[in-house]
């Protein structure tokens, strides 16, 4: 049966969880699934900080989400309560905030809560991976 | 009444969470990840029947060789099904 | 109309986590969902009364939970195992939760779609 | 051999963590943090004599009204005079 | 009796602990005593990011921190690999890894552990504030 | 020469914060800190065997803990009641950690001049 799956990542990226949501998502799609959107809200926030950088022999989660949101059309939408209090800024908020640069990394989008609360009421699951 | 997928991923004092037990229906399923995999040997009776766990996890934590055969072993294409499967998950943050 | 349920495990504070539950509950009752939030582990100390986060420099967080009902939200519950686990009285309790035992608890996860506890 | 300040500021279901009660010297001190105030309450009878808490994570929690008269709140003076009087602290992360 | 107290945080800054370590290291200088250092480690390494953006009626212990040491001459070091793991990066790290942007908060310098084995040994009290 | 006590108290690849002990307790033994390290709660797993840390696109923490007495860290203990809380053996372990009950573990504390468990 070919469901939409949407993605709550609440682990942040350097923790297992963060990784897990990543290879389920992969095997969603593999699975003919469509993932809609994933969305970052607590410590998940800071996968949307384009600074990230981590060992070179470790994965680069964030990285990867680009990748893979670039090839399938997946939204990764950043909550933006979450990401201030985490240091991850868009440029439009940037300049609002009179700070000389923005950090948010390629391919994610920063947005408010109501893009959760839409994919609770349309998707078929949403999973969630907590930290 | 929906079915529930429990995804757990932190123990408590080597244990399944108290309140994971309690909330646990007959009909729901519990999938093993993360830190909880390793309530496959400090809790073992403790598990319900209908119970898998995440293969990389178990393996990056060398369990593979004391693994207990009745608990299978998944990649994550049989995490998707299982979601898919029951009515919803709950993860266990 | 999808009925989704919030578990707040998580004590007042300490952490981010119960009150970037507490905003997506809320937004989530703006759109239309049906909302209840279960109160479990460490997160039925949130029911205390007299909170003043101002002393941490933090919102209160108590004062939010007292507001739900200006929501329309009155579908709250309390898990009895943890009040006992903590030694806590439901008459200490400064929201009107109703208590769950085991078999509640399980009737309440199976009655909604969508369970959230991050 | 040296003494202790315990610093603790998580709970285990309430209580204070086994480990901490099992490190814990009869020279040493105990300091109550964060959500680990809560042990005034629930695990009261565990707490060693020489015990105390911080006041604004106290009253933050809203534990005033039934507060312990035998654990001493302290301000963050006070904190740092307990760091100086004992030879070194131990904060439980 | 005055003594060298020197702090390990590795508290986030959202956390509570992250708040006490300031009001900690405030109480310690009236006390009469010197900080020399504060040691961001873990997920305190985040405090180093300038892109920080708290609700305004709560902390904003960065800015706090930034005031303090500037006013009593403390070190603030961010250890280099937690940082680069949270996306905090200063300028030279940012040109060599050719990132276009840089996000070390003023004030706050990157460094190695070293500088945290140096007040190990140099400090009489290390007081650590954990998450 | 000061002596100081690390202790692990996480499971290996759930979080950051035991490979961030082990580069602290490294970098502290470079600059001749005497350095011990005790495994206790969840962090005794550490001392399983067989561990694969590219499963999850991580180190291996095992094997960094194997390389330690390169490192002339020998200061290994562990936590008895950790290990019977969790069924594990001492013969399970794959390091010559000595074994504390609690006089043993306030002896531990009580002979270092500085205690890290973060």
Redesign the interface.
């Known amino acids: 049966m070919h469901m939409k799956i949407a993605l ?1 990542v ?1 682990a942040a990226p350097h923790q297992e969880n963060a990784w897990q949501a990543l290879q389920f998502c992969r095997a969603a799609l593999a699975g003919g699934h469509e993932v809609p959107r994933v969305f970052f ?2 410590d998940g926030a800071v996968h949307g900080n384009a600074l990230l950088l981590p060992p070179q022999d470790e994965a680069h989660v964030t990285r990867d989400w680009q990748r893979l949101a670039g090839e399938h059309g997946i939204e990764l939408v950043v909550c933006i ?2 990401a201030l ?1 985490r240091g991850v800024m868009d440029a439009d908020t940037a300049q609002r905030e009179e700070k000389s640069v923005a950090n948010l990394a390629p391919g994610f989008v920063i947005s ?3 893009q ?3 994919v ?2 349309e998707a078929d699951r ?1 999973v ?1 991976f ?2 | ?4 997928l429990h995804i757990v991923h932190k123990l408590e004092r080597g244990r399944l ?3 994971l037990r ?4 007959s009909d729901d399923s519990l999938l093993l990840t993360g830190d909880a995999v390793y309530a496959a040997l400090s809790d073992r009776r403790e598990l319900p029947g209908h119970c898998h766990a995440l293969g990389d996890a178990v393996r990056a934590r060398g369990l593979l060789p004391q693994w207990p055969p009745e608990i299978p072993l998944i990649d994550h294409g049989g995490f998707v099904e299982l979601c898919v499967r029951y ?2 998950s ?4 | 109309m ?1 009925h ?1 349920l919030f578990i707040q ?1 998580c ?7 119960p009150q ?1 539950q507490i ?2 509950l809320l ?2 009752a ?4 049906r909302v209840a939030l279960l109160f ?3 997160g039925v ?1 949130q029911l ?12 209160t967080l ?1 004062a939010q939970l007292q507001a739900l009902e200006l929501y329309d939200i009155h579908d709250l519950y309390v ?1 009895a ?2 009040l006992d ?4 009285e439901v008459a200490e309790l400064a929201l009107p939760a109703k208590v769950l035992d ?1 078999a509640g ?14």
């Open positions: 709550l609440t809200y607590g309560a979450a209090k408010g809560l109501g959760l609360a839409e609770m009421i949403l969630s907590p930290g | 009444m929906t079915t529930t969470p108290g309140a309690r909330s646990f229906a009515d919803k709950l993860s266990w943050g | 999808k989704v495990h004590a007042p504070y300490g952490s981010e986590s970037e905003d997506a937004v989530a703006t759109f239309g969902l479990q582990d460490d100390w205390l009364s007299q909170q003043d986060g101002k002393q941490l420099e933090r919102r108590g898990d195992a943890s686990e903590r030694g806590l085991e608890l399980q009737q309440l996860v199976a009655g909604h779609d969508l369970v959230l506890r991050f």
